[in-house]
C-alpha cells in the first residue's frame, strides 16, 4: 500500500501478544482502500506514526498518527467546477492504553486558520470481561474547535448543499461509553447556504446554541432570505444519559 513498515517486533506467547515498530509515507487514500473505506475527499495525505502495544489480554502500550506531508480537497457542491485545498499543516493523534483504559488527544490545524483539539479518556470498570471496552466504562470527552471557514466540513456535508461561514465549537461529553451527558456551546456567524435544486438561498446566517442537563438551547438562529429574515429559538429535551 505504498509507504514503508517497519516491524521490530511480534511476540506471541501462551495468549499474549507484543508488538512495536513504526510507518513511514503511508497514503492516507492506500490506507482507506485497504480498510475498505470510502474518503469523501480526494486526499494526497501521508502518513508516519508508530506504536507499542501489548495485549495480555487487556491492552497497554501507545499508537500515535500524523500527518508527514500531503493534504485534502474537495468540490464544493455539484454545481461548482471549482477545486478547494484543505490546507492541512499538521494532524495528529495519539493513544495510549492502559489495561483497557484509554487516553487520547488528537491535534489539527491547517493555513486557513481552522484549529481543533479533541480529548478523550475511556476508564475501566472492576469485573468487566478482560480485553473488551464495558458499556459502562467512565468517558470523558472534549472538542474545541474554531472554524474561520465552514468549506472545511463540506466533505462530510456532501453535495447537497453548499455552506459557508465561521464557527465556534466547545463541547464535552462525560458520563460512560453509552450513557455520557452533553455540555458546551456552538456559535455560527455569517453563514451561508445554497441548496439551488431545493431553492434554498440562506445569507447572514447566525447560530448561537448551548447543551446541559440533557437539553439543547437553540438561543437564536438567524437566516436572511432574499428581503425577509427568518428567525427561531427553541429546546431540545429528553437528552439526559438514560
Known amino acids: 500500500a505504498d509507504g514503508q513498515l517497519r516491524l521490530a517486533e511480534f511476540a506471541w506467547d ?54 508527514e506531508s500531503g493534504d485534502v480537497s474537495y468540490t464544493p457542491g455539484t454545481s461548482s467546477d471549482a477545486t478547494i485545498i484543505a490546507g492541512i499543516m499538521a494532524l495528529e493523534a495519539a493513544a495510549r492504553f492502559t489495561d483497557g483504559a484509554v487516553a487520547a488527544t488528537a491535534s489539527l490545524r491547517s493555513t486557513r486558520g481552522n484549529a481543533a483539539d479533541a480529548k478523550l479518556d475511556i476508564g475501566t470498570v472492576a469485573g468487566a470481561p478482560a480485553g473488551r471496552l464495558s458499556k459502562d ?61 431545493y431553492g434554498l438561498h440562506f445569507t447572514n446566517g447566525r447560530l448561537v446554541a448551548r447543551a446541559a442537563e440533557g437539553r439543547v438551547v437553540i438561543e437564536e438562529i438567524l437566516l436572511g432570505a432574499g428581503a425577509g429574515t427568518f428567525r427561531a429559538s427553541g429546546e431540545i429535551a429528553g437528552l439526559a444519559p438514560g
Open 137 to 197: 466504562a467512565p468517558l470523558d470527552f472534549s472538542l474545541t474547535a474554531d472554524l474561520p471557514s465552514l468549506h472545511f466540513l463540506q466533505p462530510w456535508i456532501g453535495s447537497a448543499a453548499v455552506v459557508s461561514g465561521r464557527a465556534h465549537l466547545d463541547i464535552a461529553a462525560r458520563g460512560t461509553v453509552v450513557r455520557a451527558a452533553l455540555t458546551g456551546a456552538l456559535k455560527g456567524e455569517d453563514l451561508r447556504i445554497d441548496a439551488p435544486q
Open 14 to 67: 501462551d495468549g499474549r501478544i507484543a508488538t512495536s515498530g513504526s510507518f513511514a509515507g503511508v497514503p492516507l487514500a492506500s490506507a482507506a482502500r485497504f480498510a475498505g473505506v470510502a474518503l469523501p475527499f480526494r486526499s494526497t495525505l501521508a502518513l508516519g506514526g508508530e506504536w507499542s502495544l501489548a495485549a495480555a489480554p487487556g491492552l497497554t502500550g501507545t499508537l500515535t498518527v500524523r500527518r
